[in-house]
């Protein structure tokens, strides 16, 4: 069985249907890399994971739980976290305050305590700038930031929002060795992403999205020799 499933998903933003009739599934353990053009609906599709957005027809069924219609912290609850595009950490507080918020479903105290320890351990930068404002971090530190917070909630499923957007080549290299040690942990994991070839490299499977429809899915390894996915994304 699927951790996350959607089946016939249709998600309307701002009064356009944003996503069609979409089906994807990821399993525990995984990877899983959504691609696509700008627009193509890829961030809508994490938002209605999230629940941030409604979706219009469909069904989302988490770890075999229906959570179509379940509030964002319900989700959060049962397992799901999301670092969003942009980053969006609260600036004005501390980087261990945003650590400490990314755990607000939990009232362990002690786990919370040796979470953040770990944390610092993935990030240690993170560690140099605890008692610093996150809105004075670097971009690359502000994406690791994120991460980490999301992160804190201890999920089964993390979801990753254009984790290199805007970000330096050696910065976007340390970013997804991070992803990488992650997933080396357990962690599972759907990436949206701009960098299709690097998204790839580091996933299982792939799902290309266009026009808020999949079309094509499979290993991401055959995408990467695949020459209508090379002459769309990889500029083959």
Do not use: C, W
């Amino acid at each position: 069985m699927a951790l996350l499933e959607l089946k016939n998903l249709s998600i309307n933003y701002g009064g356009i249907q944003a996503v069609r009739n979409l089906d994807l599934e990821v399993n525990a353990g995984e990877v899983v890399t959504l691609i696509g053009a700008n627009g193509a609906g890829k961030s809508t599709t994490l938002r209605a994971v999230s629940r941030l957005l409604k979706a219009r027809e469909g069904n989302i069924h988490f770890d075999g739980r229906d959570i179509t219609r379940l509030t964002p912290d319900a989700v959060v609850r049962l397992g799901i976290a999301q670092s969003p595009e942009g980053r969006q950490v609260l600036a004005r507080q501390s980087v261990l305050d945003n650590l400490e918020l990314g755990a607000f479903v939990r009232n362990d105290r002690a786990g919370i305590k040796d979470d953040i320890a770990k944390m610092f351990q993935l990030f240690p930068r993170l560690e140099e700038r605890k008692h610093q404002s996150a809105g004075t971090l670097s971009g690359g530190e502000q994406q690791m930031l994120a991460i980490a917070r999301a992160m804190m909630s201890r999920p089964k499923l993390l979801m990753l929002d254009e984790p290199s957007l805007g970000l330096a080549p050696l910065i976007v290299l340390e970013i997804f060795s991070i992803i990488r040690n992650l997933h080396a942990e357990g962690v599972t994991i759907l990436l949206v992403e701009q960098n299709a070839k690097l998204a790839m490299q580091h996933s299982d499977r792939t799902y290309v999205l266009e026009a808020g429809q999949i079309t094509f899915s499979g290993r991401s390894e055959e995408f990467l020799s695949d020459e209508r996915v090379q002459h769309a994304y990889l500029g083959g």
